[in-house]
């Protein structure tokens, strides 16, 4: 009787396939970057909650077991005095005001209520004794200068052997792009910090478009096939050329799906 091997391979192939995506899926996770990244860049559309809560969320696993991060954001270099007096509470009689985090001057363009409450979580945990730095990175708006030169700058004065996790729009996650016009061109900070030699791992975030109050989170890595259709739209966004495979641009993307 002649036996037909074809369906066997298929089926072999088939589980081979699953075993390396379900590999994958576990070696690719935050905690095991900021291991062996220097820096993790995660991009964001702009006020969005479910990406401060998993900055937040993020930040507090990482932090347990006594373990050291710096986190930047895009918060104004000039403003942090400000943002430090916040985390401490400090009374200044000559303005009768106690800073706080609620009055912390904030970027319309990142200002919303999950921003000062990812605020209040990192001022917390600095009180609590965690081994916690926040870092101002942005441009002060008065300064002509490019701003990803102006973070990349920040970040490389900050680096000190503590892992870094940045906070940043979706642009200045990318690791290398391809603009469809010159007139577009930019170098992002995460392709600044790669060619500086640093170790960056990036993370996009893309939001399924229909509305929903309650969205779950999936990461996944550049090395899925499915991971070009979340990035794709995200180039596209920005007038930049989809790459042939997300790993060209990213290490990952946080998926938001409506929850059913």
Not at 21 to 26: G, I, M, N, P
Not at 46 to 58: A, D, I, K, L, M
Not at 92 to 112: A, F, T, V
Not at 161 to 180: D, Q, R, Y
Request: overall charge neutral; aromatic content about 6%; glycine content about 6%.
């Amino acid at each position: 009787m002649k036996l037909d091997y074809m369906p066997i391979q298929a089926i072999l192939a088939f589980i081979l396939l699953t075993l390396a995506s379900l590999v994958t899926a576990l070696s690719f996770s935050v905690p095991q970057l900021l291991r062996d990244k220097d820096v993790i860049i995660v991009g964001e559309t702009h006020r969005r909650p479910e990406s401060t809560q998993f900055v937040t969320n993020t930040v507090t696993e990482y932090l347990q077991g006594g373990k050291c991060l710096i986190v930047g954001l895009e918060i104004p270099s000039h403003q942090q005095p400000v943002l430090e007096r916040a985390f401490k509470g400090k009374w200044r009689p000559w303005r009768l005001k106690i800073d706080s985090i609620s009055s912390l001057p904030l970027s319309s363009l990142i200002d919303h209520p999950g921003y000062r409450k990812m605020l209040a979580s990192f001022r917390d945990q600095i009180r609590q004794g965690k081994c916690l730095k926040v870092r101002a990175i942005d441009a002060p708006h008065v300064v002509p200068v490019d701003r990803d030169e102006w973070m990349e700058k920040q970040i490389l004065e900050v680096m000190d052997g503590t892992p870094i996790l940045v906070l940043v729009g979706n642009f200045h996650a990318m690791k290398e792009i391809s603009w469809s016009s010159e007139a577009l061109g930019g170098v992002s900070l995460a392709e600044r910090l790669v060619n500086r030699g640093v170790k960056v791992a990036s993370m996009l975030q893309y939001w399924e478009k229909k509305g929903c109050d309650l969205r779950s989170e999936r990461l996944v890595s550049a090395e899925e096939p499915e991971s070009l259709e979340y990035v794709k739209p995200i180039m596209d966004a920005i007038h930049a050329k989809t790459p042939d495979r997300a790993s060209e641009v990213t290490d990952g993307v946080v998926v938001w799906k409506c929850r059913d």
